[in-house]
């Protein structure tokens, strides 16, 4: 709230976000925090009294994941599609414009910030008991710059683009980290300016452009 109030945006505000986000690593991964240091939670056995290991139980959280996916997208897409839509587009193409309207462009910031924290929240709740561990290193910055390429690859400004990127990023990344690590993040970065420079409209786009006669 302070930082939409001081009007802090851009990547003032990427940088801004990254640094606390570090900090909160930092601090997590301390023993004193009683949250495991660096080994985190581990030995996730049970949820709700069922064994986690159990194919039902795994089988459960899947189709809860499913779920979760597609009623986000449903959500926002009835946000996007709706006069709150149109407004978040004239704040991120001209914020002074739409104050010179009549309109506080904080609050709507502020709600989708906190909707997307929401949906972050409900999918690491997912993600935990599935994975059976978490430790302070999902919070390093690595993790927000993948999620930015997501969303450029697949395509800015539509809701299956960083879908389709998250896809087509995590299959690299297994196979990329396997045969050969080291390079890992040298080709997300390599792919961030390629796909910046000669693919802006992502996935999506280059699928649109094909399909038109």
Do not use: H
């Amino acid at each position: 709230f302070f930082a939409f109030r001081s009007r802090i945006k851009g990547v003032y505000f990427s940088i801004m976000t990254q640094a606390l986000t570090f900090a909160g690593m930092l601090l997590f991964f301390r023993n004193e925090t009683g949250f495991g240091g660096n080994n985190g939670f581990t030995n996730f056995r049970t949820i709700l009294g069922f064994d986690i290991a159990a194919p039902g139980t795994r089988a459960m959280l899947f189709l809860l994941t499913v779920g979760l996916l597609l009623a986000s997208l449903y959500l926002c897409w009835r946000l996007t599609t709706s006069k709150f839509g149109r407004l978040l587009t004239a704040v991120r193409d001209g914020e002074n414009r739409l104050m010179f309207c009549g309109y506080d462009p904080r609050g709507f910031k502020l709600l989708v910030w906190v909707l997307s924290a929401v949906l972050c929240g409900l999918a690491g709740a997912l993600y935990v008991p599935q994975v059976g561990i978490i430790n302070p290193s999902e919070m390093s910055p690595t993790n927000s710059i993948e999620a930015a390429v997501w969303v450029a690859l697949g395509g800015r400004g539509t809701l299956i683009g960083p879908l389709l990127g998250a896809g087509l990023v995590n299959g690299m990344k297994s196979w990329f980290t396997v045969a050969f690590p080291e390079y890992w993040l040298f080709f997300l970065g390599a792919l961030f300016i390629l796909v910046t420079l000669y693919l802006p409209k992502g996935v999506v786009g280059l699928l649109k452009k094909r399909s038109q006669p």
